[in-house]
């Protein structure tokens, strides 16, 4: 249980960074602002269903594949 928590905390770092540097790299590439605000949005929803993923995951609510740590 402490195990798939540890590799829960590091996924939930290591995506919410990749995230982040998706942020910085749109900020700095020299876009119209529609363009900008749309791909913050996209960013946003794929970071917000990684992380539930993750989570239900975790909860064991999801059967699918074996990346990720299961808890029993």
């Given amino acids: ?20 540097l998706l942020t910085y790299l749109l ?20 970071g917000v269903l990684i992380v539930i993923l993750l989570l239900l995951n975790f909860t064991g609510a999801l059967d699918g594949g074996n990346t990720f740590p299961r808890v029993r």
């Avoid at 700095?28 to 949005?41: A, C, D, M, S, T």
């Fill in 1 to 20: 249980m402490v195990g798939a928590l540890i590799y829960l905390v590091i996924y939930i770092i290591i995506v919410g960074v990749i995230l982040w």
């Fill in 27 to 46: 900020d700095n590439i020299p876009l119209q602002e529609p363009f900008k605000r749309v791909g913050k949005i996209i960013i946003l929803v794929v």
